[in-house]
């Protein structure tokens, strides 16, 4: 399903005008990066945010948002409706290349539900980019083999982010109809939920190893079992720091 940015722009940020923000997503002070406009993003960028209502960042989005654009790998946790997804949508849009039109950020996902919001979110605050593509692929079509010429293959050789479920994701990479020569991202979304599947690691496996050895790595979670973080800390990822808000408490107080 395909999505024209211009017609799903819409505010994606919360609206703190009306009511104070509660602890949980409350701004810490520091000058240097209380707002998106300090954080020396690209014009591209800022417009989107501002169009989406985005101005003052969560805790979350000020401490990761800088160190991801370092290239750093992240193990973040915060509760639902803090704004991890604009975290490492702002992280991607400011690695790709957009002057090469081929998979450059693959995001991984449980659900098409979630995979679809993502894509919306990620159209949404990229709008500045007028040549941005995005790809969300879940299963429901049918994909015969490379010769095939429909738009999901095209999508799928001329995309800058590729977003779907694990299951769908190595199949496509099998078959090779991903390009992944330029993949320099790694982002699995809600990680918690996708392990809960337990073919779903030996998929995560796969993909991770058939990707170059030098991407950045960036997962997500309301919640982590010490198990899993052992799992990407050792297993995955290169010296990830791990930013953690609220970890005793996943429900909004708000």
């Known amino acids: 399903?395909?999505?024209?940015?211009?017609?799903?722009?819409?505010?994606?940020?919360?609206?703190?005008?009306?009511?104070?923000?509660?602890?949980?997503?409350?701004l810490e002070l520091n000058e240097h990066y209380s707002n998106f406009e300090k954080l020396h993003l690209s014009p591209e960028t800022i417009t989107g945010l501002f169009k989406c209502g985005f101005h003052f960042l969560t805790p979350i989005q000020q401490k990761a948002i800088p160190l991801g654009r370092m290239g750093v790998d992240l193990i973040l946790q915060s509760k639902a409706g803090t704004g991890k997804t604009c975290v490492f949508t702002v992280i991607a849009l400011e690695t790709i290349n957009f002057d090469i039109l081929s998979p450059q950020v693959i995001i991984l996902v449980?659900?098409?539900?979630?995979?679809?919001q993502i894509k919306i979110a990620i159209l949404n605050i990229g709008q500045g980019y007028s040549n941005l593509k995005v790809a969300c692929f879940v299963g429901g079509y049918k994909i015969k083999d490379k010769e095939n010429s429909d738009d999901k293959l095209?999508?799928?050789?001329?995309?800058?982010?590729?977003?779907?479920?694990?299951?769908?994701?190595?199949?496509?990479?099998?078959?090779?109809?991903?390009?992944?020569?330029?993949?320099?991202?790694?982002?699995?979304?809600?990680?918690d939920q996708i392990f809960r599947v337990k073919e779903h690691e030996e998929m995560i496996n796969w993909i991770y190893s058939s990707l170059?050895?030098?991407?950045?790595?960036?997962?997500?979670?309301?919640t982590?079992?010490?198990?899993?973080?052992?799992?990407?800390?050792?297993?995955?990822?290169?010296?990830?720091?791990?930013?953690?808000?609220?970890?005793?408490?996943?429900?909004?107080?708000?």
Request: a positive charge.
């Open 110 to 116: 449980p659900s098409r539900e979630i995979a679809f």
């Open 154 to 191: 095209l999508e799928l050789y001329s995309s800058h982010i590729i977003i779907g479920t694990p299951s769908r994701i190595k199949h496509f990479m099998y078959l090779k109809l991903i390009n992944l020569q330029m993949v320099k991202l790694f982002i699995i979304d809600e990680v």
């Open 212 to 222: 170059a050895k030098t991407k950045q790595i960036i997962i997500t979670s309301a």
């Open 1 to 26: 399903m395909k999505i024209p940015a211009k017609k799903i722009r819409i505010r994606l940020a919360h609206d703190f005008e009306s009511l104070p923000r509660t602890d949980d997503v409350k």
């Open 224 to 254: 982590y079992s010490n198990h899993l973080i052992k799992i990407f800390y050792e297993k995955y990822m290169n010296m990830p720091l791990i930013i953690r808000i609220d970890d005793d408490d996943v429900q909004l107080k708000g």
